[in-house]
């Protein structure tokens, strides 16, 4: 079966933009969850999506956000990006019955 | 405030010898572990889990062990393979209200040498 696919996979941005990046879960599953992966940080908690709502939310300011679709495809929009926004986004996806999640294999946005 | 730690940045093992991976957490209500390796370029891949009520749990080639009362986990990989070489991630799963949350260690990397 498919895993979970992110869209674009590479990006570049200027500072003061926004960018919406894409992910689409494995078919079936219904909790799409986001990640930021940065050097400094490791792997950090963004958001949770559940059935279209935000179930859980991590410490990251309000240009984060991010929503789910009927079909559970999830969209996370970042607005007015700064540098330290570069990063992998790792979207991940589960059915819930069982702990951890399937990632997709990120979206690297590099901010200039 | 880390709450999952993995204080090795880095190990190198030999072919068919044992690799132990350790992580600490701090906090007492999480309800699993997990594992995850991640090769660049590419998301983090599920390797084993172990609930917080067990203190081992075996796939494979693949052996974690839970200590609740050190609050540690560790990977244990035998025997290692030049294959295995990749990030390993060490994970705490937080459930809250039906919502799972993940908090991660910041990594180590494994090398095997053939």
């Known amino acids: 079966k498919a895993g979970v696919t992110q869209t674009p996979r590479y990006l570049i941005k200027t500072r003061g933009q926004q960018v919406t990046l894409s992910c689409s879960p494995i078919?079936?599953?219904?909790?799409v969850s986001w990640y930021q992966q940065t050097p400094g940080q490791g792997l950090q908690f963004l958001f949770e999506?559940?059935?279209?709502?935000?179930?859980n939310k991590g410490n990251f300011p309000g240009r984060f956000s991010g929503r789910q679709f009927s079909n559970s495809r999830s969209e996370m929009n970042v607005s007015t990006l700064e540098l330290g926004d570069s990063a992998l986004y790792l979207c991940?996806?589960?059915?819930?019955?069982?702990?951890?999640?399937?990632f997709g294999s990120g979206t690297r946005l590099t901010v200039v | 405030d880390q709450q999952v730690k993995q204080n090795s940045p880095s190990l190198s093992v030999q072919e068919g010898r044992i690799s132990i991976l350790n992580c600490d957490y701090t906090n007492s209500m999480f309800d699993y572990f997990l594992w995850y390796k991640k090769y660049p370029a590419e998301g983090p891949t599920f390797l084993i889990s172990?609930?917080?009520?067990?203190d081992k749990n075996e796939d494979g080639r693949f052996t974690v062990f839970l200590n609740k009362s050190a609050k540690h986990l560790s990977l244990h990989i035998v025997p290692s393979q030049p294959g295995d070489s990749a990030v390993y991630f060490c994970?705490?799963?937080?459930?809250?209200?039906?919502?799972?949350?993940?908090?991660f260690g910041k990594g180590m990397k494994l090398t095997v040498n053939p």
């Open positions: 991940a996806s589960s059915l819930g019955h069982s702990p951890g999640y399937t």
């Open positions: 078919s079936g599953h219904r909790s």
């Open positions: 994970a705490a799963s937080l459930t809250q209200g039906g919502s799972e949350k993940l908090v």
């Open positions: 172990i609930s917080s009520i067990k």
């Open positions: 999506y559940f059935s279209e709502t935000q179930r």
